[in-house]
């Protein structure tokens, strides 16, 4: 297995000013009533209550079973593909657009799905091509077709999602990472692409939606949220103040409060209430990760993005390495440190690829450029004190 922990070896060290625990991480492996798992029987009961904390409080409640799916092609050429999807409630189906780009001469690709088309880079050709070129294919869609990004609670509530599904007490990224299962719905529909090798990625706001929607839909075999800031991967419980690069700036993580107060109507309506005592929600990011697995996270980070605390997301992964060890799945685990900030870059997509080669044909990953740390661990407090249960043993 390869080396999980080499602190400093990224160009551009993070210089860590302050780092503040308001408290230690929630064991995942303890139920309500106290007891705690003593074996993989109890985990299926268990991961149910993670999913009512790390799903319905933080991004509310999920929409119901999908009724419809309609699949629709607008533009047709040997690479590239356009459809129509139309998915939801039978009575008052939402439609949005899915752009499919192929790789050529390859039959059958595995896909990654992304819904940031909003954004700039997913348009950007290298950025594109990290994945065309190693013979994996693109499903891109628009995630604001399905609900508005509007910031402020004037975007609360808006869109077609929410007038299909009136009523739904959730916020705008539960309605996006739908957008990734009816995705998948239409790729398996149009059988073109490897339906055993889906990815899930996303970036920023973007990466928290593809962080639930992996852990949502156990059809994502690889799921790579990036930079998701807080909301996902990063650690609700930590404040980080940190230089970068050798500059004189001090730049600080993002809040629960800072998300709420600006962004609130991406998350669901009961998270607020924690706005201001973070140390008191029943779970944390860790939680998130956990639900992913036993399948392949990919969490990636930059180096520089001290907004979207890189110390506290590392530490989050940590504890839900924990889950992951407890399942068998230690190696299915990943994290990584882009030198530079907040951006999606087309290194952050072949580290992707390398992982989806991996799982498809057992190429070796990229040498050394998995787990290595931006910042030196000696000094930082501890934010988990559990460990997983330890497994019986099986005489045979």
């Known amino acids: 297995m390869e080396e999980k922990e080499n602190p400093c070896v990224t160009d551009g060290i993070l210089d860590i000013v302050s780092y503040d625990v308001l408290g230690k991480l929630p064991d995942p492996f303890r ?5 705690r798992v003593s074996g993989q029987a109890d985990w299926a009961a268990r991961r149910r209550g993670l999913y009512k904390t790390a799903v319905e409080l933080q991004y509310g409640v999920m929409p119901p079973e999908n009724e419809w799916l309609e699949v629709e092609p607008l ?8 459809y129509r999807i139309k998915a939801g409630p039978r009575a008052h189906p939402v439609s949005f657009r899915m752009k499919l780009l192929l790789p050529r001469n390859v039959e059958n690709p595995p896909v990654i799905v992304d819904g940031d088309l909003c954004f700039n880079y997913a348009m950007d050709r290298a950025w594109l091509d990290a994945a065309l070129d190693n013979g994996i294919a693109w499903a891109l869609f628009d995630r604001t077709e399905l609900a508005c990004d509007i910031p402020d609670d004037r975007g609360r509530a808006k869109g077609p999602f929410f007038e299909a599904y009136g009523g739904l007490q959730c916020g705008a990224i539960a309605a996006w990472a739908w957008g990734y299962s009816r995705v998948v719905d239409a790729l398996g529909r149009l059988s073109l692409t490897d339906g055993s090798c889906i990815a899930f990625t996303g970036h920023s706001r973007g990466g928290k939606t593809c962080a639930l929607a992996g852990a949502l839909d156990e059809r994502a075999a690889v799921v790579n949220p990036n930079e998701t800031c807080a909301g996902a991967c990063s650690c609700y419980r930590t404040h980080l103040r940190a230089r970068y690069g050798g500059g004189d700036k001090v730049l600080r993580s ?3 409060r800072d998300l709420w107060n600006t962004f609130g109507f991406w998350m669901g309506p009961l998270l607020g209430q924690y ?3 973070e140390e008191t929600l029943p779970f944390d990011c860790h939680y998130l990760k956990a639900l992913i697995a036993p399948r392949t996270l990919f969490v990636s980070e930059a180096a520089g993005d001290v907004w979207s605390n890189p110390v506290g997301s590392w530490q989050t992964t940590m504890a839900a390495r924990e889950v992951y060890s407890f399942l068998g799945a230690e190696d299915e685990l990943f994290w990584y440190f ?9 290194e952050d997509v072949r580290m992707l ?12 990953l990229m040498a050394g450029r998995f787990f290595r740390l931006p910042f030196r661990t000696e000094g930082l407090p501890s934010v988990f004190d559990w460990r997983a249960p330890a497994q019986p043993r099986i005489d045979t």
């Open 338 to 346: 882009r030198p530079g900030t907040h951006c999606h870059a087309a």
């Open 31 to 35: 139920f309500d009533d106290g007891r």
């Open 275 to 277: 706005a201001e005592c």
């Open 75 to 82: 533009y047709i050429s040997p690479c590239t593909k356009v």
């Open 254 to 256: 993002e809040t629960l």
């Open 353 to 364: 690829v390398s992982l989806i080669k991996r799982r498809q044909n057992g190429e070796n």
